[in-house]
């Protein structure tokens, strides 16, 4: 009922940028918020930052002072720019939503996305 795909993603060396997106489609009316979430490998999924249908927004530690997050609520899509990028943020990076209220009235808590990976190497 809601899709999420996210793009953007790549090879990059280490101190360089990228600029994810995600956009969500399906019979969306309202939502609460979108955000990005990580894995690395090996490793368990993890926040990366988040924004509200309000413009609040929330960074995992590792996004704090590098990565900002923007939303074109509109067009039910989120973006993710990462700056700075380290080795370590190496990882696997999915999109998701939460509290959509479909135009028929039913609710989905959250959905996620596929995914898009970034590899921060030299």
């Known amino acids: 009922q809601v899709q999420l795909v996210e793009s953007g993603g790549g090879l990059v060396q280490p101190g360089g940028s990228l600029r994810l997106s995600c956009v969500a489609s399906?019979?969306?009316?309202?939502?609460?918020?979108m955000g990005w979430h990580r894995q690395a490998p090996g490793k368990s999924r993890e926040l990366v930052a988040g924004?509200?249908?309000?413009?609040?927004?929330v960074f995992g530690d590792s996004a704090k002072g590098r990565f900002t997050i923007s939303m074109e609520q509109d067009k039910n899509t989120v973006f993710l720019q990462l700056n700075s990028l380290k080795p370590e943020d190496t990882a696997v990076y999915y999109c998701t939503i939460v509290r959509v209220i479909l135009m028929n009235g039913d609710e989905i808590s959250e959905a996620w996305g596929q995914g898009t990976r970034v590899t921060v190497s030299s």
């Open positions: 924004i509200t249908s309000g413009g609040m927004t």
């Open positions: 399906g019979s969306i009316d309202t939502f609460s918020g």
